[in-house]
């Protein structure tokens, strides 16, 4: 038997049809990740995020209750969105009382209740309950919003969550906030960049400056126990231009956190490394077929970033200079992807994990048509 197995076939990175089909089944039938709530602006109550979803726009409300809300940004009466946004503008946030359509008026609550329809007797001519803003599913995990935009068959987020909660608990990241974002355009399908992440096959030839940190990575990533964290070079314990940096370690890390590093990957767009004192949160926001936006925050403890002299240039740097190999040999893929002469790849046997991205796409792509409700 070949130790090589098939990837995905050719037309999921590069045609347009097999993308629409699998935006609607698996990108807006997922939850998925829109960034974090504090960047986001919904800290408080009476606060309103708008946000893309691979085409989408959703918005994000935080009521006067703390409660969240999310609704599809189209207003009930001829269509309007209620906060007019271009498709794939980055987010925008602002505080919010309640959402008024600009096009006639009719005005909905933050938990997408119609509250007011000009010129109608709103009372006697129309029920305010068949005319709620069509919902979309919030939830928030570890600082993170994520969204559903089929709510009534939606998995509960905690089953999807439930790996990385439990790999990744010790570095508590609804603490921890925001000291730098980078944020990327790239030419890629988002799961090469999935794919790219989930395996370390490239590292050696990719990354010399981070196998020379991390060199478990440049045998190929075969064996590495993710689980368990990966060491780094005798004297470095963290993902930063020296392998040290002057920031403690995050608080309740075990032993073997305080050196090592740990990663997950949640589908479809989160994608999650830990190092000692800083966690690096790629939030993939796929635009086409062939584009894909990352938006790379780099998380801290609270009282670092609060420190006058935080600077997370050691930390920024190096991960700028990553990514950029990771995303410059992305394009590549997509490019090569193209030609004609291309129909699917191959996983090496040390590329098992990127496997992962089959089993997880493959079942949802042919599940049957969902029922919006
Ligand atoms: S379309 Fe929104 S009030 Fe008319
Ligand atoms: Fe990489």
């Not at 800290?43 to 893309?52: M, Q, T, Y």
């Not at 925001?178 to 944020?183: A, D, E, P, S, V």
């Amino acid at each position: 038997m070949s130790p090589l197995q098939a990837a995905l076939p050719r037309e999921m990175y590069v045609d347009r049809e097999a993308w629409l089909r699998e935006r609607d089944r698996v990108l807006y039938g997922e939850w998925f990740c829109v960034g974090r709530t504090r960047d986001l602006g919904l800290v408080d109550g009476g606060r309103l995020a708008v946000v893309d979803v691979a085409g989408e726009s959703v918005l994000v409300t935080r009521d006067g209750d703390g409660a969240l809300h999310a609704a599809y940004n189209v207003c009930r009466h001829r269509g309007s969105q209620l906060v007019p946004t271009p498709p794939g503008a980055p987010p925008s946030c602002t505080a919010a009382g309640a959402l008024r359509c600009p096009y006639h008026s009719w005005t909905y609550s933050l938990a997408g209740e119609l509250l007011r329809a000009p010129h109608t007797d709103l009372e006697e001519d129309i029920d305010p309950a068949d005319f709620s803003l069509h919902p979309v599913g919030v939830a928030e995990w570890a600082g993170f919003v994520l969204v559903h935009l089929t709510p009534a068959s939606a998995a509960p987020v905690a089953d999807v969550l439930a790996r990385a909660a439990a790999n990744l608990a010790n570095y508590a990241m609804g603490d921890l906030v925001t000291g730098r974002t980078l944020t990327y355009e790239v030419a890629a399908n988002y799961k090469v960049v999935a794919e790219n992440y989930n395996e370390c096959y490239h590292c050696g030839p990719v990354h010399p400056e981070l196998t020379r940190l991390v060199p478990a990575f440049g045998s190929g990533g075969s064996g590495l126990a993710w689980e368990d964290g990966i060491p780094h070079r005798e004297g470095a314990w963290t993902f930063t231009t020296t392998g040290t940096t002057t920031r403690a370690p995050l608080p309740g890390l075990s032993e073997a956190e305080r050196t090592r590093h740990k990663g997950e990957l949640v589908h479809p767009n989160l994608m999650l490394s830990c190092s000692a004192d800083h966690v690096a949160a790629f939030v993939l926001l796929p635009q086409d077929v062939d584009r894909t936006r990352i938006d790379c925050h780099l998380l801290f403890a609270a009282d670092a970033v609060a420190d006058p002299a935080f600077d997370p240039s050691d930390a920024a740097d190096l991960w700028d200079l990553v990514n950029k190999q990771d995303w410059a040999i992305c394009e590549s893929v997509q490019r090569g992807m193209s030609s004609r002469a291309y129909t699917h790849g191959w996983f090496a046997p040390m590329e098992d994990d990127s496997a992962d991205i089959r089993r997880w796409l493959l079942p949802r792509l042919a599940a049957p048509d969902r029922d919006d409700g």
